[in-house]
């Protein structure tokens, strides 16, 4: 591919992100949700992050299958990672204490 023909194809892909999203923005300000739907958006964030994370901690190779051990690294940080989120419901520590754990693990395991 020429530099020419990646330009317009970056240029082609921004179009049609503005001609899709622009509508959205537009008329934001004119339709409002039921009450039950506007309830119901609220999870969104959360089922998406869900539904990415829980086939990468439970399936970390694909094919082994799932893998329910304490030679996961991935589940052992994501465990510890929920139980300090639980505990001390800020995000840093979740982060840090998760990361260590999960780095530890895979470490001590030989990943």
Do not use: C
């Not at 439970?58 to 589940?75: E, R, S, V, W």
């Not at 419901?89 to 260590?100: D, R, V």
């Amino acid at each position: 591919m020429s530099a020419l023909e990646i330009a317009l194809m970056i240029a082609g892909m921004a179009l049609i992100n503005l001609a899709i999203r622009w509508p959205v923005y537009l008329f934001a300000d004119h339709v409002r949700f039921p009450p039950l739907v506007e309830r119901a958006l609220a999870f969104v964030p959360v089922a998406v992050l869900t539904a990415i994370i829980v086939p990468a901690t439970l399936y970390p190779d694909a094919d082994q299958g799932i893998q329910l051990t304490y030679m996961n690294p991935y589940l052992v940080g994501a465990v510890v990672a929920a139980i300090v989120s639980w505990k001390w419901k800020k995000l840093m520590p979740t982060i840090l204490i998760g990361m260590a754990v999960f780095f530890l693990t895979r470490w001590m395991v030989g990943v």
